[in-house]
Nanobody, 121 residues
Framework: QVQLVESGGGLVQPGGSLRLSCAASGSYFSILAMRWYRQAPGKQRELVAGISSGDSTVYADAVKGRFNLSEDNAKNTAYLEMNSLKPEDTAVYYC???????????????WGQGTLVTVSS
């Protein structure tokens, strides 16, 4: 199984920046895709950014040009660099991964516990 641990959330003023990290650990053959979702109070969880093996990165229209998803495969960590933050970016941000099990028989999904980002003056 894969365990995902997010970090880097916090309080930031509008226009500021934060970098979220998602560290993957556990027993698996490979991670096939990494995504960041967010859920604001009273709203449904929505995809923010995602990357799949061999594919380009995709971003929600609301964050294009401001957020950047990157990976450090050596550290099994994905990052979400968030710039020009707006109050409407306030949400709990979740990391999600699809991975191939160690025996390569299954593709499963995993979620992190979430990290709160608050954008406010």
């Amino acid at each position: 199984q894969v365990q995902l641990v997010e970090s880097g959330g916090g309080l930031v003023q509008p226009g500021g920046s934060l970098r979220l990290s998602c560290a993957a650990s556990g027993s698996y053959f490979s991670i096939l895709a990494m995504r960041w979702y967010r859920q604001a109070p009273g709203k449904q969880r929505e995809l923010v950014a995602g990357i799949s093996s061999g594919d380009s990165t995709v971003y929600a229209d609301a964050v294009k040009g401001r957020f950047n998803l990157s990976e450090d495969n050596a550290k099994n960590t994905a990052y979400l660099e968030m710039n020009s933050l707006k109050p409407e970016d306030t949400a709990v941000y979740y990391c999600n991964a699809n991975y191939q099990t160690r025996d390569r028989d299954y593709v499963l999904g995993a979620w992190g516990q979430g990290t709160l980002v608050t954008v406010s003056s």
